[in-house]
């Protein structure tokens, strides 16, 4: 038996292929980092995202060179894709923390073969999330007086304002994510340590895993940081993302001045995690070939979570609209009527038709067994979630209180090359990750070896 493996034999699991015992769990995951070479899918998928990470740099440098002034931003609309793409990074975060720390709590064994790609996926999203509020400040260079750090002129942020309140309630989710990821990691680094050959790499993996030896007192102490750790992250799911919908909540502006806004951004939020988990775990178990791993019922209650959050913001967006005519408050009116029937009605109507009724799929289970089906109504989220931001955005601010200054919003080039170079720049970092770490956590999948098959392993 492998020294790094989990003591014990474990009780039967579904939740893992037949056939497999410790040193096969092992052999099949560290395979993907320790292989000679990366396979040629890996490299195109690398070097799109890398031509697409330069467009996002040349379009950071031409914004540095020449303002703000290159976006569509206008009056009345002052916020624009900064605050959209922001909105959206952050939502798609969400979901490897709940995987991980929130299912973890409550003892869900199927988070095991996803929550170490999905807590990834949370580092890269805040990332892309983290460039678009210091640009869109218009002088990114001070971007450290958002700080309260003591200083000689005294002068200190509005704490009263939510922009001030988005900066801490980011940063310390990035680094509570952050930490829980790496501590997770150490084990896996310990056993890519033994079994590299060549010696830079394996002097890397060694400071990585901080010593690790696999002691009882290393166990416990592992065991020990990542209950605490998870237990720090919760709060965060629900905390980060109520506090990013007060962006909106706490203005007067028609359409963002709701109670509604909070559990409805963090249900959004969910929702779109999950869709973007699917849309990176069906390719990649089909491409190396872990089937065994990542399962059709891990698909399955993925969907279903998916579809139940989904449910809930089907449910925000009647609430709105219930809102908007129970006030008989004609500004409130007026702005729902025309999200539905004016200039951006056709955008409304296909984020109704990607985030409610595409979903509706998945009540089938022949559609939930299907993963091409599953990674089709996943894609539909993806877009129907960017373009619920966009509504919020757009049809609050175009049309104001003065129509003199009535005017319509569209991304220029500038604004569409910066979020697709963001799009790669994730694709980059992903690529990256599945490349030089493992992308599911080997110690945990041998927890979930049948007890056999345990058994076989250790005579």
Known sequence: MDKHSAPGPQEPNAMIGPGHSFNSVTDKISSIVLREGAPRGWWIGFGIGF?????????????????????????????????????????????????????????????????????????FAVACAGIFPVIHTGRPWLAYWLFPYPNTMGLWPNFRSPLIWDVFAVSTYASVSLLFWYVGLIPDMATLRDRTVKIIP???????????RGSVRHWHRYETAYLLLAGLSTPLVV?????????FAVSITPGWHATIFPPYFVAGAVFAGFAMVLTIAIPLRRVYELQDFVTAQ????MARVMLATGLIVGYGYLTEAFMAWYSANPYETF????????PYA??????????????QALWFEKVRATPIGL???AMFVNVGMWLERFIIVATSLHRDFLPSSWAMYAGTVWDWSLFIGTLGFFVSLLFLFIRFLPMISIFEMKTMVPEAEVREDLL
């Not at 891990?298 to 209650?301: N, W």
């Not at 702005?335 to 004016?342: D, E, L, Q, W």
Request: with cysteine.
């Open 51 to 123: 031509v697409l990470t330069n467009m996002m740099l040349v379009s950071l440098i031409y914004l540095f060179a020449r303002g703000t002034g290159i976006w569509g931003v206008n009056i009345p609309v002052g916020w624009g894709f900064a605050i959209i793409n922001f909105v959206w990074w952050i939502g798609i975060g969400h979901a490897g923390t709940l995987i991980s720390a929130i299912l973890l709590l409550l003892r869900q064994e199927w988070r095991t073969s996803i929550n170490r790609f999905a807590e990834a996926m949370t580092l």
């Open 239 to 247: 905390s980060v993302h109520t506090i990013v919908s007060f962006d």
């Open 335 to 342: 702005m729902m009527s025309n999200r539905m029937t004016g």
């Open 346 to 359: 056709p955008v409304y109507w296909l984020l109704i038709t990607c985030n409610i009724l595409s979903i």
């Open 298 to 301: 891990h698909l399955d209650y």
């Open 375 to 377: 990674f089709i109504v």
């Open 202 to 212: 394996k002097r890397i993996y060694g400071v990585l895993s901080l010593g690790w």
